[in-house]
Every structure is written in C-alpha cells, then in structure tokens.
C-alpha cells in the first residue's frame, strides 16, 4: 500500500511539472495560438516520449506491485506456518538445551558416582587383598602345623612299625623254630577204613603222599590235594596221635546214610549181570569218649548168572585213633536157586570177625 501510494504521489507530480513548465516556457494563455518552433517541437516530443515511458514504466511497476501484492496474499500462510515453525524450533531448542542441561546434570551425577564407585572398588580390592593375605598367612600356618603333626606322626608310626617288624621277625623265627621242632618230631599215621571202590583207591593214591609231610603246611596242601581227588561222600579226619608229636589222619565215610547201587560184579568186573544194592550209615553218636561209633553197612547182590542172592552186613569202627588195626565183624546170608531155572533152592550163612591193616 505504501508502495503504491508512492507511485501515485509521484505520477501526480510529474504530471503537474509537466504542464506547469510547458505554460512557463510558452508565456500564452491556453487561448493563445502560438505558433511553435522547430526546437521547441521537438522538445516537446521528447518529452512527451519520456512521460509516455514514465506512464509505461509506472503501469509495469503497478504491475509489478499488484502481482508482488497477490504473492504476498498467497505467501501470507505460509508467513504463518514459517512463524509457527519459527516458534516451534525454538521451542525445540529450548527443549534441547534443556535436554543437554539435563544430560550435563546426569554426566556430572555419573561422573561423581564413577568417582565413588573406584574409592569404593579401590577400598575393596585392599581389604580383598587384605583378607587374602591374612588367610594366606593362616592357611600357610595351619599347613604347617598340621604338616609337623603329619611327620612327628608319621615317625611315630614308622617307630610302631618297625618295632612291629622286629616283633614279627621274633614271631616268625620262633615259628619257624617250633616248625623245625615239630618237622623233626611230627610223626603221622595215615589210615584208610570203611571206604570202597574208587574213593577207596583215590585214597590209597593219596596216602603215601600224607604220610611223607615234613611239616604242618606241606601237610594241609596235601589234605587239600586229597580232598579234591576224594569227592563227596567221603572225609577226611585230623585227629591227634597217642603221643605229642603224632598227627592220625584217617580216611573214611561222612557221617550219615548212603544208598549206593551198582551192577557188575566188584571182583570180576566182566559179570555185568549182577545188580547190587548197598546202604552204609554211621548210626551211633560220636559224642561217646569211651566207645567210637560205628560204621554198618548192610548190602544185597543178585547175580543173574548164578541164580543166587547174597546179602552181608558189616559193622567197624568208623574212628581208629590209636588202633593198630581195624577190627570188623562181618554176617551174611546166601540164597541159591533163587528163580530155579540153573540149580536147586540152597541157603547157606557166615559169619566172621576181621582185622585189617590201616591201609
């Protein structure tokens, strides 16, 4: 608006100059008809030409100035919004220099909690340091404490030990004297009763063996050996001997009853057509000191050959410590002609007392 109304004042006033200087220079009356001069003229047209591009200029800087004018109308929200903008960056700058006072504020609070996070990490590394070695030290102590308890006991069962070596090789030389002693003294009576077949002859097989034991180890190794070969059903017996140093080994049954049957013929192997049934038992207790118990054994043979039956019964005693042989007292019965198809029915009996050897 300003603007324009300069334009304006200044059109007026060149207008008004104009035709002011133009009755000046002519000195008429408009009533006058003077008649101009060739200068004057073209004077005139000249400026007649510059007002005509004065009035051209200014009606293109009116132009202009309207179309400014509508562009300012147009630019005017925008003035708004950049305002607006303009208010809303400063507030953004006063948050953010907010924000960075605060941030500073945090950093300073982080910076002094750093600082008293190390003058407490530092006080405790020195106490840890502090403790360590004062466990170190007490550590080390009772390590060595317990290391001279460890070794004076240590001597002391060194001590206990050696003294119980020199005991054991006392013990050891005195049972080994009292083993020659006994080697030189021992005397053993080995004795085979009641026993038949192959128990008998495992007996027999071992007995040479016991009785050339030299000492009490040598002695139980070849009980042992004896045993294995013997098997069961059979036992041996260690008893003392009638004087000090004898050893009565005895080779028997076990005690209680045995039912044995067989076929064949126990003298003549080859007649395979006899059967024979035999019960051997120890019917007496052996607690009786004054009497041994005995050994029967009652057998029945049927010989088909033969046509005959022959039953026995033996009675011995089943312990013969201190015999000098082993007494048996032997009954039998004999049926022949039996089936009657090879002979006439016969019976016939015995009976006999029997000392045998101990082997």
Not at 85 to 104: T, Y
Not at 257 to 265: F, I, R
Not at 321 to 346: A, K, T
Request: aromatic share 4%; glycine share 8%.
């Amino acid at each position: 608006a300003a603007a324009q109304a300069w334009l304006e004042d200044f059109l007026f006033k060149t207008s008004d100059g104009s035709e002011s200087s133009e009755e000046e220079e002519g000195g008429v009356t408009p009533n006058e008809l003077p008649t101009p001069s060739g200068s004057r003229m073209e004077r005139a047209e000249k400026e007649g030409a510059e007002t005509q591009m004065l009035r051209e200029e200014v009606a293109r800087l009116k132009a202009s100035l309207e179309e400014s004018e509508r562009r300012c109308e147009q630019l005017e929200p925008l003035k708004l919004k950049l305002q607006h903008s303009q208010e809303k960056v400063d507030m953004l700058e006063q948050a953010a220099r907010n924000q960075q006072q605060i941030f500073q504020v945090q950093m300073d609070l982080m910076d002094q909690s750093r600082g008293q996070y190390q003058v407490q990490l530092q006080e405790l590394k020195e106490r840890h340091a502090g403790e360590k070695q004062h466990w170190e030290d007490r550590s080390r102590a009772e390590l060595e404490v317990r290391l001279r308890e460890s070794q004076q006991e240590a001597a002391v069962r060194v001590q206990q030990a050696e003294l119980r070596i020199l005991e054991l090789q006392a013990e050891l030389q005195e049972a080994e004297r009292r083993a020659q002693a006994e080697q030189l003294e021992m005397q053993l009576r080995v004795a085979v009763a009641n026993l038949r077949g192959e128990a008998r002859a495992a007996a027999l097989a071992a007995a040479p063996a016991v009785r050339r034991a030299s000492s009490l180890g040598q002695l139980n190794a070849e009980l042992a050996a004896a045993a294995a070969r013997l098997g069961q059903g059979s036992a041996i017996e260690v008893a003392p001997g009638a004087t000090p140093s004898s050893v009565s080994v005895t080779f028997r049954p076990e005690d209680g009853c045995h039912l044995v049957a067989g076929a064949g013929y126990e003298a003549s192997p080859g007649l395979t057509s006899a059967v024979s049934l035999r019960v051997d038992g120890t019917p007496a207790a052996a607690t009786a000191e004054d009497a041994p118990p005995l050994h029967v054994s009652a057998e029945g043979r049927f010989c088909f050959e033969e046509d005959a039956l022959r039953c026995s019964l033996k009675a011995s005693p089943a312990r013969v410590d201190g015999m000098p042989c082993i007494p048996s007292l032997q009954l039998g019965l004999g049926l022949g002609g039996v089936l009657g198809f090879m002979r006439p029915f016969g019976t016939h009996t015995c009976g006999q007392l029997v000392f045998s050897d101990l082997l």
